[in-house]
């Protein structure tokens, strides 16, 4: 059965409100936690600061008790306030970046540039999030852009939309340029939407932003800290907080799951499989999708044929067959050379391989080994998540 | 964590076009079976026999090979099967088992297993088997000798011995439709076009090195033709005879020993195609068609690296 790799994000509804689960469990992906077990939050209060660089900080969603710590996740217990709502005491640098770190906006691509890019298409398919954002959220998010001028002060900010739903939000007035892009999977994809609109592959003075992230922005500008991510599930969209357990947000969307499926954080091409549904979503995710188990793809240790499906799909133009063979065989370096870096991870390769190998996951091995090592750009942790600085 | 069912965790995309290698494989066979009732009609049931038995032989070398190798078998994906039809399809009809048995092992085992198998193959498995045996017994290989019992003639034997005044003779229409001596399968020319259609609708083959390679022979045979016309024929006969069609649409394509960068192939299919014509009037064989898909399988690797700087390099960044 053949995906649709449409990026049209159809019947955009309004943005509902997620589950109110009484317990949340936070991700900490490798940041400090500053609290203790037993410890009394408030909403918004700092939990954890970021140990990754252009990382932010981790805030509590709620009010109520530090429950539990362990591993790398921290539980929330929802406990109703004792007296008036105090304001977190967070201390406000004045450089941009830093106060959008403080308030738990990752900074990664984003420093003074000539162009400001706004990825407003969807980064795979089903999904509609940004469509919603736009939809719904538009001070917010002009908020969040004032924030962005002052901290890339760049000289052009293009909104790049997708073409045929360009009136779920008035650019112009808003003071964007808005490029359109023809929404076919991976053209969401962040390097793609830089090209589109730059013309250039990678440019150096470019600044690129999702509009999810824009939002996280505009929290901040209103002088409150990222606790919520919008997210696709099940058709309809919703704020959750950061933290609330998956199977809460399945039974919101009216997802039912059954053995063998997956149920991935973000889409069908490039989500995170999760093994535990009271795991709670991590900041930033875009999407929730379960694949029923008789659409799930398996994979074979087959060997490449050579028949070139992989080099000819390729966005990257890269020669895929002959890199990920590379990569199966431990020649990390070697699958550098052939050009292992330019690699976007859209997953179109591992999609249309006919022998079913794991190319994808080669790929993410080689870079995983390669930046062990320090020859390869990027954090190995990437792979989890799948979300490297801002994929899309 | 109890409640919930037991999920699948795999690394994404978590979906898959459904295109499979064995698919692939099988829509391959199927675009032979046209030609194979044609070898059929022309050749008698001889032709059957040998495919049958070449088939069979290339299966059970494979499978065998993979087995003392410490493989994995892979008999269902019928790639081997593939090998042993289109060796084949390049035989007399009246080849002696003996002969189809030792060449149809030999394209499986030399021609991939000592190279790793599916996948690791420098050069066309079938062709290789094809070239051990033409050198090993060239008098069984010929079909002129091969099929001593039958009124069609070789064209190309002809332009060799003969002469263009004597094999310009064959009516173009005779050799579309198979009436010609060569390899069973091979000389088949309409069916195959029809079985190449197919495999372009499918998508199993490109249409890069069919269309190079064919270009490739008809503009050298007219290049020759111009050069010296009373030493040669025409484009039109040199692609409607010997295994001229069938390695543009069935040998060259061969993935592993093909390029895959579009001008790689392109350059693959052209280059194939020039050394047809240029062994069938300078060297000692009356069909070069096999031989020069050897040539171009030994130039695939440095056709591949003619392709474009990838995402972020070169003039794009």
Redesign the interface.
């Known amino acids: 059965m053949t995906t649709s790799f449409d990026l049209t994000p159809r019947d955009i509804g309004s943005i509902l409100e997620g589950p109110a689960s009484t317990r949340l469990r936070l991700e900490l992906c490798g940041r400090g936690l500053t609290v203790s077990e037993g410890d009394k939050v408030v909403r918004g209060q700092p939990l954890a600061r970021a140990e990754r660089e252009g990382g932010g900080r981790l805030h509590s969603p709620l009010d109520g008790v530090v429950e539990k710590v362990g591993g790398d996740t921290v539980v929330l217990k929802s406990e109703p306030r004792e007296g008036p709502r105090k304001k977190p005491d967070i201390e406000v640098p004045d450089e941009p970046l830093a106060r959008l770190r403080a308030f738990g906006v990752d900074s990664f691509g984003l420093c003074p540039a000539r162009t400001l890019v706004v990825n407003g298409l969807e980064p795979e398919p089903g999904v509609k999030t940004h469509a919603a954002i736009l939809m719904h959220r538009r001070d917010e998010l002009l908020a969040g852009l004032d924030l962005l001028r002052e901290a890339v002060r760049p000289a052009r900010v293009v909104l790049a939309l997708p073409r045929g739903v360009d009136t779920v939000f008035d650019a112009q007035s808003a003071g964007f340029e808005v490029h359109l892009v023809d929404p076919v999977y991976p053209a969401g994809l962040m390097p793609l939407v830089v090209r589109s609109v730059t013309g250039r592959e990678n440019p150096s003075e470019v600044a690129a932003i999702s509009v999810s992230r824009l939002l996280e922005a505009g929290r901040v500008a209103q002088g409150e800290p990222v606790t919520t991510t919008v997210l696709t599930a099940g058709g309809k969209v919703f704020e959750v907080r950061i933290g609330t357990p998956l199977a809460d947000i399945l039974d919101a969307a009216g997802l039912r799951v059954a053995g063998a499926d997956v149920v991935a954080e973000g889409g069908v091409m490039r989500g995170a499989a999760q093994y535990d549904l009271s795991r709670g979503v991590d900041k930033g995710v875009q999407a929730l999708t379960v694949v029923p188990s008789a659409r799930v793809a398996h994979c074979e240790d087959a060997p490449c044929v050579n028949c070139g499906e992989c080099v000819r799909r390729c966005p990257a133009r890269i020669m895929v067959g002959l890199m990920t063979r590379h990569a199966e065989f431990g020649y990390h370096e070697k699958a550098l050379e052939y050009d292992l870096d330019s690699c976007i991870e859209c997953g179109l390769c591992g999609y249309y391989c006919p022998m079913r190998r794991p190319l994808l996951q080669y790929i993410r091995l080689a870079k995983s080994e390669l930046s062990l090592q320090g020859l390869y750009p990027g954090s190995a942790a990437s792979a989890s998540s799948g979300t490297e600085g801002e994929a899309a | 964590?109890s409640s919930?069912?037991?999920?699948?965790?795999?690394?994404?995309?978590?979906?898959?076009?459904?295109?499979?290698?064995a698919?692939?494989n099988i829509d391959l066979l199927a675009a032979l079976v046209p030609a194979l009732v044609a070898a059929v009609f022309w050749f008698g049931l001889d032709a059957l026999r040998v495919v049958a038995l070449s088939g069979a032989v290339a299966v059970a070398a494979d499978a065998l090979a993979e087995r003392l190798l410490g493989r994995e078998p892979r008999i269902n994906d019928a790639s081997a099967l593939v090998i042993g039809v289109l060796f084949a399809f390049l035989l007399p009809a009246g080849a002696p088992w003996w002969l189809v048995v030792s060449g149809s092992a030999l394209s499986t085992l030399l021609g991939r297993q000592v190279f790793?198998?599916?996948?690791?193959n420098p050069l066309n498995p079938a062709v290789v088997g094809w070239a051990v045996c033409k050198i090993s017994w060239p008098t069984q290989m010929t079909p002129d000798f091969a099929m001593l019992d039958t009124t069609l003639d070789y064209p190309l034997a002809h332009l060799k011995y003969f002469g263009p005044g004597y094999a310009g003779d064959f009516p173009l229409w005779d050799l579309l439709l198979g009436g010609q001596l060569g390899g069973l399968g091979a000389v088949q020319v309409l069916p195959l076009l029809l079985g190449g259609a197919y495999l372009l609708w499918r998508g199993v083959i490109r249409p890069h090195v069919p269309l190079a390679f064919l270009l490739g022979t008809a503009l050298t045979a007219t290049f020759f033709h111009l050069l010296w016309p009373d030493q040669t024929l025409g484009a039109a006969f040199h692609l409607l005879t010997g295994s001229a069609v069938f390695a543009a649409l069935f040998l060259m394509p061969e993935?592993?020993s093909?390029?895959?960068?579009r001008w790689g192939m392109l350059i693959y299919g052209v280059f194939g195609g020039t050394m047809v014509v240029i062994i069938r009037h300078w060297g000692i064989y009356p069909d070069g068609a096999p031989f020069a898909v050897l040539l171009a399988n030994l130039a695939t690797p440095l056709l591949?690296r003619i392709?474009?700087?990838?995402?972020?390099?070169g003039r794009?960044?």
């Open positions: 964590m919930q069912p037991l999920l699948t965790v795999r690394f994404p995309p978590f979906v898959h076009s459904g295109r499979s290698w698919r692939m790793g198998g599916a996948g690791g993935c592993a093909s390029p895959v960068t591949d392709r474009p700087k990838a995402f972020g390099k794009h960044a």
